[in-house]
């Protein structure tokens, strides 16, 4: 048969085939196997897959018109989507892999014996969900910390050289070991070191001055935004050093993480809440905070990710810019057509103006506590985090020295808006002020 007509038949066959599966369910399979008289199309093998259509995130936004149930798997964030009730929806997202081994340990290297609240920390690692620290030998205890980037450590009676070490772990696995941190403890008694570590309580907590000290150093982080579909703003790492008097009595105030608003997660409708930003102030002498880290804002369930907690007193804009204004002065950040704003240092957030129940962070002066939600979304952290509107709805602004602005509702080609981060104070000497770096609930680590 020449070419011509070879060509013919393929034309017939496929056309009889076409034909064919008008009427009736169609199989593809290796063995002849009849299909399934309930599947339209039954495809079966032993070792081969169903690929479906694998796209960039753009590219699939960029699909005119697409059918409800439409399927893809986009390239870009590694996850099943469906096109359902005018929207792009995850169905499954898989992993990246494990995280990245942690980075060097910080803390104390010649804790005193028997000594308590010595505090060892890491920088958060991208994509971790957990953390677990090891010390040998195990003549000590981590009485705080295990699972989060910071912990306490109580050491034993007798001196010794200890080796602490720390891993990073999400859903794909667990890392290497990051560079572990010998110590090696010194006789002198019993009693805390110059170290003290304040972590999220939820409630007003306090430092006292010890005898002999006239300069603490103090590590304040910001807590993180609450996670819908997109990520939250991390909160900022506040680092100043402050000449202080033997009995002073500082306040302290830990931030808490914004709730997220998923319902489960990887739900469609649901956005994550304003984290609080955190505060060390001495209310007896001053006006002002000491300082202040700036919490994150809670990410929106459409395409945009929260603010991160700001180096610098101005608070920042979720991924998408569609936030409303972040405070000033020491005011809490604007409420915007869904999320509400952060409580900044002297007034509360603004609450969202499309309603659903939830209000503004609260000031510091007012408690501190994080703005509620719109049921069923999440709840602002303590420290004046920003609630969310739940469904459909936009993420809350980051507490802070200035609060971080609520996100804005239905925006064109952009969904609705993430909140914005809170911003940061310092009044200390040899500054280091660092946007978005921490993950969780807030954290202080004070020196001396």
Sequence with gaps: MNSFFRQIAFILAISAFSVQGL????????????????????????NLGFLVPRMTDAQMNAIAAPANGLLVYNTTTNCFMIYSGGAWVPVSCGCTGAPAAPGAITGPASPLVSSVNNGFFITPVAGATSYTWTISPATNTITAGQGTQAIAVSFGPSVATYTICVTASNACGTSASGPCLNVTTSAGGGGSMGYQVFDY??????YTVPAGVTQITVTAFG???GTAYNLPGWGAEIIGTFTVTPGNVFD????????????????????????????????????LPMIAAGGGGGSSYYENNGGPGSATNTPTNGSGLYNAAGGAGGNGGTGGTAGSGGGGWLTNGGTGSS???????????????????????????YGGGGGCYSNNGSGGGGGGYNGGGGGLSNNPNSG??????????????????TAGVWKGSGWVLIVW
């Design 201 to 206: 309580t939820g409630a007003l907590q306090t």
């Design 416 to 433: 609705w808006g993430s909140g914005g981060g809170g911003g940061s104070y310092n009044a200390g000497t040899a500054q280091t002020n």
């Design 223 to 225: 807590a993180a935004g």
């Design 355 to 381: 309603g659903g129940g939830q209000s503004g962070g609260f000031a510091v002066y007012n408690g501190g506590a994080g703005g509620s939600a719109g049921a069923p979304g999440g709840a602002g952290g």
């Design 23 to 46: 009427c009736q369910n169609v199989g593809i399979n290796a063995t002849g196997t009849a299909p399934n008289a309930s599947a339209l199309l039954d495809l079966s093998s032993t």
């Design 252 to 287: 302290v105030l830990v931030g808490g993480e914004g709730q997220g608003g998923e319902q489960p997660p990887g739900s469609y409708g649901y956005s994550g809440a304003g984290g609080g930003g955190t505060f060390v102030w001495n209310s007896s002498s001053s006006a």
